[in-house]
C-alpha cells in the first residue's frame, strides 16, 4: 500500500469517528471468558513454580520457616550418590522402555492398518491400557502378576518353568518388570502412528508395487520416511512422560525404591527428600534439575530432528 493510499484511509477513519469505535472488536468479553485459565495458570503453574526456585535456595523442612543457604542445595547434587544411582536407573528406563514402547506401537499400528474387521473395536481395547498404565489400582495388579505366586509364574509353570521367585522382589529384574508396564501402555501412540498411516497415500505403495518392490522396502522407504514427524512427536512426549513416570515405582516398591534402590526413579528421590525426610529445599533443587534434563533432552530431539525427521515440503 502506497503513502497516499495510506493517507487517505486515516482521514476516512477521522470521519468516521465515534462509527470506528463502535465498528473496533472488543476484548474484554475475551479476557473474561479466559480469566479462568489465566488465574489457574498463575495460581496453579506459575505461582508454584516460582515459590520452588526461591525454595531451591533454602533450608526448609515444612515445620519451621525457610532459611537461605544460597547454592548449597546444588552443591550437594554433586556429591549425592543416591541421587547419582536414582539418575542411572531413571536413565534405563527412558533408553529402554520409550523405543521399546514405540516400536510394539507402530508395530500393532500397522497390523490394525491393514483393514481387519472391528477396527474400532480392537483399537479401543489397545488403547485402554494407555489410560489405566498410570494408575495406582494397576500398579498394584502388577505387584500380584509379578509376585511369587503371580499369573506371570502360573503361565511359566504352563510351558514347563516351574518358579517360586519374585519379580519384582528381585533386584536383577524389578525394574524390568517395570520398564514392561510402561511397554504395556503403548495406545495413545498407537492411535497416532495409526492416524499418520491412513494420510498416507496408497498411490505411493502402488507405484512401488508395480516397480517390484517388497513389503519391507516398501516400508523402509515409503511408510518409515513420511512416518517421521510422527514418531518424533512421539518420541518427544514419551521421553517426557518416562522421566516423570512416578506412580508405578512408589506402588510397586511400596515407595522405597527397592530392592536394594533397583527402582529409585528420579521423582521417587524427590518424593522422599521432600515429604519423607522433610528437605523441601533440597527437593526443590532436584525438582529444578529435572526440568533441566527433560528440557535438554527435548532440545537435543529438535536439533537432531533435521537430520532424520522427513516432512512433505
Known amino acids: 500500500m502506497s503513502l497516499m493510499e495510506l493517507q ?6 477521522k470521519k468516521a469517528g465515534p462509527r470506528a469505535k463502535e465498528a473496533t472488536p ?33 533450608n526448609y523442612n515444612l515445620l519451621q520457616p525457610p532459611k537461605f543457604t544460597g547454592l548449597a542445595n546444588f552443591a550437594r547434587l554433586l556429591s549425592d550418590t543416591r541421587l547419582h544411582h536414582s539418575l542411572e536407573v531413571t536413565f534405563t528406563y527412558v533408553v529402554i522402555g520409550v523405543p521399546s514402547a514405540l516400536a510394539v506401537a507402530l508395530l500393532l499400528a500397522l497390523l490394525l492398518d491393514k483393514g481387519m474387521r472391528g477396527l474400532a473395536i480392537y483399537r479401543s481395547i489397545f488403547y ?10 494397576i500398579a498394584v495388579l502388577w505387584r500380584l502378576v509379578f509376585g511369587g505366586q503371580g499369573l506371570f509364574n502360573s503361565f ?5 518353568i516351574d518358579t517360586q521367585k519374585s519379580w519384582i522382589a528381585n533386584p536383577s529384574t524389578a525394574l524390568g518388570t517395570i520398564i514392561l508396564l510402561h511397554v504395556w501402555t503403548f495406545g495413545s501412540s498407537m492411535v497416532i502412528f495409526l492416524a499418520g498411516l491412513r494420510q498416507i497415500p496408497r498411490e505411493f505403495y502402488e507405484a512401488a ?23 518424533f512427536f512421539n518420541l518427544v512426549l514419551g521421553i517426557i512422560n518416562a522421566f516423570s513416570a512416578f506412580t508405578q515405582a512408589f506402588v510397586v516398591s511400596n515407595g522405597t525404591g527397592g530392592p536394594s534402590d533397583s527402582t529409585l526413579f528420579y521423582t521417587l528421590y524427590l518424593y522422599q527428600e521432600g515429604f519423607g525426610s522433610y528437605r523441601m529445599g533440597y527437593a526443590s533443587a532436584l525438582a529444578w534439575l529435572l526440568v533441566v534434563i527433560i528440557g535438554a533432552f527435548t532440545a537435543i530431539n529438535f536439533w537432531a530432528s533435521r537430520f532424520w525427521v522427513h516432512y512433505e515440503d
Not at 489457574?40 to 526456585?53: D, E, I, M, N, Y
Not at 489405566?132 to 489400582?137: I, R
Not at 517390484?212 to 513420511?226: C, D, E, N, V
Open 209 to 231: 508395487a508395480t516397480d517390484g518392490a517388497t513389503t519391507w522396502r516398501q516400508f523402509r522407504s515409503i511408510t518409515l520416511p513420511l512416518l517421521t514427524p510422527i514418531i
Open 26 to 58: 472488543d476484548n474484554k468479553a475475551a479476557l473474561v471468558f479466559l480469566a479462568p485459565w489465566l488465574i489457574g495458570v498463575a495460581v496453579l503453574t506459575v505461582g508454584p513454580l516460582a515459590a520452588s526456585l526461591v525454595l531451591a535456595f533454602t
Open 128 to 137: 485402554l491400557p494407555s489410560l489405566l498404565g498410570s494408575s495406582v489400582a
Open 8 to 13: 487517505a484511509l486515516a482521514r476516512d477513519r
Open 156 to 160: 511359566l509353570g504352563l510351558i514347563g
